[in-house]
C-alpha cells in the first residue's frame, strides 16, 4: 500500500510563516495530482491547493498570494509554504495524492497536521 506523511505544523503567530511536508511511500509507480486539504473544527474538509505531476498549480481564492505548493517528483514528496498567516487558517491540514500502483489508480491520504495561528 501507499502511506503518506505529513510534517510542518505547529503554533504560529498571525502573519508567520510555516512550511507544511508530505512524503509519499509505498507501491507507486507514478504520482498524479498532489494536493493539500484543510479542516477546521466544525467544518468540513475543504481545498487548499493542487499541484499536477507536470507542475501545474491550482489554488483556493483564500490563499492565493500567500500559500505556495510545490512538489519533488523524484522525492514524491509535496510541500506547502504558508506566509502571511491569519488565524482563519487554523485547522487540521491533510495531503493527498492520486497514485498508479499494482492496485490500479488510488487517492491515499496522510494522517493530518496540525496549524494554529494565534497569538
Known amino acids: 500500500q501507499v502511506q503518506l506523511v505529513e510534517s510542518g505544523g505547529g503554533l504560529v503567530q498571525p502573519g508567520g510563516s510555516l512550511r507544511l511536508s508530505c512524503a509519499a511511500s509505498?507501491?507507486?509507480?507514478?504520482?498524479?495530482?498532489m494536493g493539500w486539504y484543510r479542516q477546521a473544527p466544525g467544518k468540513e474538509r475543504d481545498l487548499v491547493a493542487t499541484i499536477t505531476r507536470g507542475g501545474n498549480t491550482n489554488y483556493t481564492e483564500s490563499v492565493k498570494g500567500r500559500f505556495t505548493i510545490s512538489r519533488d517528483n523524484a522525492k514524491n514528496t509535496v510541500y506547502l509554504q504558508l506566509n502571511s498567516l491569519v488565524p482563519e487558517d487554523t485547522a487540521v491540514y491533510y495531503c493527498?495524492?492520486?497514485?498508479?500502483?499494482?492496485?490500479?489508480?488510488?487517492?491515499?491520504w496522510g494522517q493530518g497536521t496540525q496549524v494554529t495561528v494565534s497569538s
Open positions: 493527498n495524492a492520486g497514485v498508479y500502483n499494482a492496485y490500479g489508480k488510488n487517492t491515499y
Open positions: 509505498g507501491s507507486i509507480f507514478v504520482i498524479t495530482t
